[in-house]
C-alpha cells in the first residue's frame, strides 16, 4: 500500500500518526485485525496522510534487537527486512521528535510522567495537528491528542 505525503499532495493536511502497535499489527497482512485492514484501505483510498514517528522506528529496532538478542536471528532477519520495506514506504512520512515536541513532551511529563515513549509520540501528533492511531488508546489519556483506535473502530466519516 503507499502511503501519501503531504510533501506529494499540495495543500493536504496530515492527519494520522501511527503507533507502533498499529504498524505492527498491518505486518500481518491478511490476518491483521480487521479495523486496522479497514483503517489502511482507507487512507490509501482517500489519499489521507499517515505518519510514523522517529520514536516508532526506535521501538521496532529495538523490538528487533531484543529478538535477535534472544538468539532467534532468522525471525530477526525477517522484521528487519519488513522494517527496510516501512522506511522505504514512509521514507517521506517519518517525523522527527524536534524542539517543539521536546518542549510539549516536557509539559506532558509534569502530571503524568508514566508512558514517556507515547508521550514522546502524542507530542509529535499535537505539534502536527495529528490523530494518534493505536489500540493503547488509555496510554494517551490526559495529553489532549485526539486519538483513534482501529481495532475497535473507524474514524468518522469513514
Same mark, same amino acid.
Given at each position: 500500500m503507499r502511503i501519501s505525503s503531504a510533501s506529494s499532495r499540495k495543500g493536504k493536511r496530515r492527519v494520522y500518526l501511527i503507533d507502533t502497535n498499529v504498524i505492527s499489527e498491518a505486518r500481518r497482512k491478511a490476518?491483521?485485525?480487521?479495523?486496522?485492514?479497514?483503517?489502511?484501505?482507507? /487512507?490509501?483510498?482517500?489519499?489521507?496522510?499517515?505518519?510514523?514517528? /522517529?520514536?516508532? /522506528?526506535?521501538?521496532?529496532?529495538?523490538?528487533?534487537?531484543?529478538?535477535?538478542?534472544?538468539?532467534?536471528?532468522?525471525? %530477526?532477519?525477517?522484521?528487519?527486512?519488513?522494517?527496510?520495506?516501512?522506511?522505504?514506504?514512509? %521514507?517521506?512520512?517519518?517525523?522527527?521528535?524536534?524542539?517543539?515536541?521536546?518542549?510539549?513532551?516536557?509539559r506532558l511529563r509534569v502530571p503524568n510522567p508514566e508512558h514517556a515513549l507515547d508521550k514522546q509520540i502524542a507530542a509529535t501528533a499535537l505539534v502536527h495537528d495529528l490523530t494518534v492511531v493505536t489500540r493503547n488508546t488509555a496510554d494517551f489519556e490526559g495529553t489532549g491528542v485526539k486519538v483513534m483506535n482501529p481495532f475497535t473502530s473507524i474514524a468518522p466519516g469513514a
Amino acid at each position: 500500500m503507499r502511503i501519501s505525503s503531504a510533501s506529494s499532495r499540495k495543500g493536504k493536511r496530515r492527519v494520522y500518526l501511527i503507533d507502533t502497535n498499529v504498524i505492527s499489527e498491518a505486518r500481518r497482512k491478511a490476518r491483521a485485525n480487521p479495523g486496522v485492514i479497514e483503517f489502511f484501505e482507507r /487512507v490509501a483510498n482517500t489519499g489521507e496522510s499517515a505518519y510514523l514517528s /522517529v520514536v516508532t /522506528v526506535g521501538e521496532l529496532r529495538r523490538g528487533i534487537e531484543r529478538i535477535r538478542t534472544r538468539g532467534d536471528v532468522g525471525q %530477526a532477519t525477517l522484521l528487519e527486512n519488513w522494517l527496510t520495506l516501512v522506511l522505504d514506504q514512509y %521514507a517521506d512520512n517519518v517525523l522527527a521528535f524536534d524542539t517543539d515536541a521536546a518542549q510539549v513532551w516536557g509539559r506532558l511529563r509534569v502530571p503524568n510522567p508514566e508512558h514517556a515513549l507515547d508521550k514522546q509520540i502524542a507530542a509529535t501528533a499535537l505539534v502536527h495537528d495529528l490523530t494518534v492511531v493505536t489500540r493503547n488508546t488509555a496510554d494517551f489519556e490526559g495529553t489532549g491528542v485526539k486519538v483513534m483506535n482501529p481495532f475497535t473502530s473507524i474514524a468518522p466519516g469513514a
